[in-house]
């Protein structure tokens, strides 16, 4: 029944009669807003009550402070849990006990340096009583040696009255920092009924352990005559960290299958991998298999990320493939491998930048070229200098030893953890397989190999396979399977080379994959040297190196915005209004961009400049939304200060824009400046979320050599290096657009160069100007969906000064000190002028109360409101 009259009407019979009323979406979605709000406010609210419950039954101040800093690292309250710690840590009362907490709390950021700070300033003994494991944690990170002996000092002193937790805690320190040796000794004193204690995640960790710790000691003797080849597998010391997807073990099933190919390979060693090994031999389909070449083979499990576990014999030689560099408890790498090892790399992938150390990098210098699976781990080899090619996955290879599809033609699909709603095949007869099972972590490796193949051959049967998985599309494209590949991301920079694959792009694959290792195995196993088989490996592998080079250079994208930058600047320029008094030549360029968002906090930013400044300043002020008044303002407060206003309100950068969540488009407007400030060739820019304390002359004067710019080098990992920006804002697009973005960018920036904060910055406009900054950092933002940032890392591409702390001094990331720094830069959500505490945050209100008295002697309108 329809009810008849007004909205309102309707909706108070409605209320009457107990009809649902109608909602309309913005209301929906505001009670949402409203209810994640509560919830939030609600686990807060819980978390504050637990830390006065533990004083309340007699933790003491410093250990409550440590328990809810470790909550507080994972937590969904993280700003304000921050702010909380750091309001202890700033109060006479409660000081060590907060920089206990802020040390956990930056520990879990991976701000090791800030961490220890804050430990030793609440002093070592005291830290050490209340968290143990994260400060020497973070003095491993310092000095690792002083780190572990610490650690072993701590336990053979404290052993008996710790709690279960906090031993295991011990162990994962040490086995995150590998000392293998002090952990053995560890566990070796742990009670028999250690275990009863922990939770089942720490039941199974602690098995884990023991296992790895076992294999130690029970290393495969050599048998003359017997070539040593590794088998790959997955297990580390770190369960969690261990693999439990049986992909990964397609991919060993698929480098053995290499191996088998060669019948009259006896696999000699008296063990259940040798065993298995033989049994598959007959797995091998006829057309593949080779009959010209005997040898015996001591196949030899290798745990690619935790090889340094176990012992084995020289020359091993191991096929190494998949996704690498995982690490135990995320501590130390586990590469290279033993020098007993001789690594051949295949379907090589790097998922995290940062692995790419020095060491790593010499040592696949070393063994390369590397073959890799996608081509942006080309790009990214290629950056440091490493040969390299793409190989594509080993997975092509697997079908020779898999039963070839037979379909069933009922419709039958295979239903292997696809993403997305998939209506067409709503009648499809549907098998539902995972390719996740966690008991892999404790299995032995020739059952997960096995468990592997059976998993596959399940597949034969089907029609079709619908997945997500790309250790299930490629083999099941090798077995001759119909796939439909359905990938959450297809930007993912695992795919690039490896989607939409026609027959003869998978073959071209999977027939250089055959080709190359059929001729390096004939090599080994004919008892080939290092040297000779390495030589080999290049001959095979030059012609790709040679295509890699040529296709990571060609069809790039260019990066160059639409934007007419001389037209607009020059409209900026002639719209500009100038106030105060003409300057000396000796004066200081600063340069803002704000919007009425930030209109009263400029006042007092520029205050601490000018308090602080002996030279005279020419401040730029580069604004959105604000009218003419907003420099006379500036003006009043200010009549010393030649203030320049530049109206940017008319630039638009398009709709595909990609900024920080506590940024707004006006900091784009700086990418601007070298080309408004024509007759300028530096100025020292700054955000508004900061404070002087110090003579900003020190910086405009700074002798910049060949730099573009001088900056804070970044500490926050996501921004270590700019190849994770790069990858981040690919990830938006679509899948072609992305593959090329990434080849650009890696091929003409520099992307594991130095990056810097871009909060405070010396820029030399005159060489960004020669350089044409503004057209590629504009085009960055514009065709790249990359922020300001982002534009001013790619373009220096290292060419940057350094400057210290002092000057961009974050109290969110840094231990702070009884003294002020030069510059306080409040980065992030948490401003000063903001509800929650920041240290120094009493500087900027004194600040503000200076603003405001002068605005009354001089009849300023502060603060501002154009309304």
């Known amino acids: 029944m329809r009810i008849p009259g007004s909205r309102t009407m309707r909706r108070a019979l409605n209320s009457i009669t107990g009809a649902p009323q109608p909602v309309s979406p913005q209301a929906t979605r505001h009670q949402q807003i409203k209810a994640a709000k509560a919830r939030k406010a609600a686990a807060r609210a819980a978390e504050i009550n637990e830390f006065w419950e533990l004083i309340a039954h007699g933790a003491g101040v410093d250990e409550a402070a440590a328990q809810f800093a470790r909550k507080a690292v994972g937590g969904s309250n993280r700003l304000a849990d921050r702010s909380f710690l750091l309001a202890l840590a700033s109060d006479d009362s409660s000081r060590p006990a907060g920089q206990i907490g802020m040390g956990i709390f930056l520990l879990g950021d991976d701000l090791s340096v800030a961490a220890l700070e804050y430990f030793e300033a609440a002093g070592a003994e005291r830290a050490i009583r209340h968290a143990a494991p994260e400060y020497f944690e973070a003095l491993c990170r310092s000095d ?124 000699v060693g008296d063990s259940p991998l040798a065993g298995y090994l033989t049994s598959l031999q007959d797995k091998v389909h006829e057309d593949r298999v080779i009959t010209d070449t005997a040898a015996k083979v001591l196949p030899v499990a290798i745990n690619r990320d935790f090889a340094s576990g176990a012992v084995y014999p020289e020359n091993t030689w191991f096929i190494s493939n998949g996704w690498f560099m995982h690490r135990s408890f995320k501590g130390e790498l586990d590469f290279p491998y033993p020098s007993t090892v001789n690594p051949l790399f295949v379907s090589f992938h790097i998922q995290n930048v940062d692995v790419l150390t020095p060491e790593v990098v010499a040592n696949l210098k070393e063994n390369g070229p590397i073959g890799c699976r996608d081509w942006t781990t080309v790009y990214r080899l290629r950056d440091h200098g490493v040969p390299c090619f793409f190989s594509g996955c080993v997975t092509t290879t697997v079908g020779q030893v898999l039963d070839p599809a037979a379909p069933s033609g009922e419709n039958k699909v295979a239903w292997v ?275 002087v304390t110090g003579d900003v002359a020190t910086l405009f004067d700074l002798d910049l050599g060949d730099s573009v710019m001088a900056g804070k080098p970044s500490k926050m990992l996501g921004w270590s290096s700019m190849a994770k920006p790069v990858t981040r804002s690919s990830l938006a697009l679509p899948a072609d657009e992305a593959y090329r973005l990434r080849r650009t960018m890696h091929a003409t920036a520099s992307l594991g160069a130095t990056t810097v904060n871009a909060g405070v910055l010396l820029l030399h406009l005159a060489r960004m100007r020669e350089e044409g900054f503004a057209r590629f950092g504009l085009g960055v933002v514009e065709k790249c969906a990359m922020n300001d940032q982002d534009a001013l890392n790619l373009y220096a591409g290292g060419r940057i000064l350094p400057i210290s702390d002092d000057w961009n001094h974050v109290p969110a990331q840094e231990f702070c000190g009884p003294k002020a720094p030069s510059l306080i830069h409040w980065a992030g959500p948490v401003k000063a002028w903001g509800e929650y505490f920041m240290p120094y945050k009493e500087l900027f209100s004194a600040g503000r109360e200076r603003v405001l008295a002068s605005a009354a002697t001089v009849s300023a309108k502060y603060p501002y409101d154009e309304a």
């Open 144 to 267: 690792r040696e002083a780190g572990i002996k610490g650690m072993e000092k701590y336990l053979e002193e404290h052993r008996e009255q710790l709690s279960a937790e906090q031993r295991f805690d011990a162990l994962k320190v040490l086995g995150r920092h590998r000392d293998l040796d002090a952990l053995e000794r560890e566990v070796a004193t742990l009670p028999a009924d250690f275990g009863d204690s922990l939770d089942d995640d720490g039941k199974q960790q602690l098995r884990v352990i023991r296992r790895m710790l076992a294999h130690r000691s029970a290393a495969p003797e050599a048998v003359p005559g017997a070539v040593s080849i590794g088998v790959m597998e997955y297990k580390m010391l770190d369960a969690k960290a261990s693999s439990s997807n049986r992909g990964d073990y397609v991919q060993t099933l698929a480098a053995i299958s290499h191996l088998l190919r060669f019948r009259d390979v006896d696999f």
């Open 417 to 691: 953890e696809p993403k997305g709603d998939l209506p067409q095949y709503a009648h499809s007869t549907k098998v539902e397989f995972a390719q996740v099972r966690d008991d892999l972590i404790e299995m032995d490796l020739v059952d997960c190999i096995e468990d592997a193949r059976q998993m596959l051959n399940e597949y034969a049967s089907f029609d079709k396979v619908v997945t997500s998985r790309l250790h299930c599309y490629l083999p099941a494209r090798s077995m001759g399977l119909d796939v439909d590949f359905r990938p959450r991301n297809q930007a993912d920079v695992r795919f690039e080379g490896l989607l939409d694959l026609n027959k003869e792009d998978f073959q071209a694959i999977r027939g250089g994959l055959e080709a190359k290792l059929e001729a390096v195995y004939r090599a080994i196993l004919a008892g080939q040297s290092r040297d000779e088989v390495y030589a080999l490996w290049r001959e095979l592998t030059a012609e790709d190196v040679a295509f890699a080079e040529k296709y990571a250079t060609s069809d790039l994208a260019p990066v160059e915005t639409s934007i007419d930058v001389p037209g607009v600047a020059e409209q900026l320029r002639g719209a500009a209004r100038t106030w105060g008094p003409e300057l000396a030549k000796n004066a200081v360029d600063i340069a803002f961009a704000t919007d009425e968002n930030l209109r009263n906090e400029l006042p007092v930013v520029l205050d601490s400049v000018m308090a602080n400044t002996k030279r005279p300043v020419r401040c730029h002020i580069l604004t959105r939304g604000l009218d003419e008044g907003y420099g006379e303002m500036l003006s009043a407060l200010f009549p010393e200060v030649q203030v320049v206003v530049y109206a940017c309100d008319d630039v638009d950068y398009g709709s595909s824009l990609k900024l920080l969540s506590h940024t707004t488009v006006s900091t784009l407007d700086r990418i601007l400046l070298p080309e408004i400030l024509v007759d300028r060739e530096r100025v020292v820019y700054l955000d508004i979320d900061i404070l």
